[in-house]
DNA sequence: GGCAATAGGGATAAATTTCTCCCTATTTGA
DNA sequence: TCAAATAGGGAGAAATTTATCCCTATTGCC
């Protein structure tokens, strides 16, 4: 497992909150939880982009950081269930504002980052596209 | 400068944040033009932990997606200023729920945050340590 | 038997982000 | 003359994050 060099920086709310939260699918995980997909492969049909391996990992940091319980049912084939923690489910609002900006403003947003990849062929494009 | 290999995911709004807010120092660059602190070197000091060189790049970034302004005023010693456009105001709401969850919880996060960090001596501490 | 689903980890590579060091230029002030 | 402040960029290294590939194990189903 990677770890660490530097300590981190923690002079503000957003400094501590950059630590819990940032991650490529953290937010999303944290959602899709919430909203009752609880087990490892039902998150991975949420979200199919982030691989498996990382899901697992970022799962872990979640749990570490406490903001959701893993329960393991002593049964075959495995079964895990993650939760939110009361500290966890403080966050949803939060997840929702930030979520709800980006609904809003989701037109000007797509035509502000795409706007760097026009006319540029080396792009590498994703293997299977989403269309949710 | 660096060029992206993949294409991003854009598959919902929180996807759409990401591509814009994901950066470690742009939610409180943002924050602090917004309190009035325009110039590069009074952003510098607002937040010293960041380095020159990445503050600029991520306030041009910020540009790019049209969050911010920038204003050359062609005097000497050169005076720059960045301005808040109207779509990055929209955001202000959003990174102030954000701090705001950071503030009400900081004792847990600085907890758990760091009970990562005890015991490992490999850990190289910053240079100047904040106290703000 | 062979295959899929389940959960998860090791090793390693690739992508991305951030940092460090060192330049350019001009003006004011000691 | 020399230092500091101003804004900013290139080159390259280091840190960090994410991805890919390949294992373990068990059960049920064809």
Redesign the interface.
Known sequence: MY??????????????????L?G?WK??IL?FINEGNKRPSELQRQIP?VSRRVLNIQLKELE???LVTRKIYPIMPPKVEYNLTD?GR??I???N??????????E???Q??????RD?P?????PEV?T?
């Not at 504002?97 to 989701?106: A, E, K, P, S």
């Open positions: 770890e660490r060099k530097i300590l981190p920086y923690l002079n503000c709310g957003l400094d501590l909150v950059g630590e819990v940032y490529k937010l999303r959602w982009d570490e950081h406490e500290f403080t966050l609002p939060v997840i504002t930030i979520g709800l900006w980006g609904d809003q403003h989701q000007r947003l797509k502000v980052i795409l706007k760097e990849f540029n080396a792009i590498i494009d994703h989403q949710s």
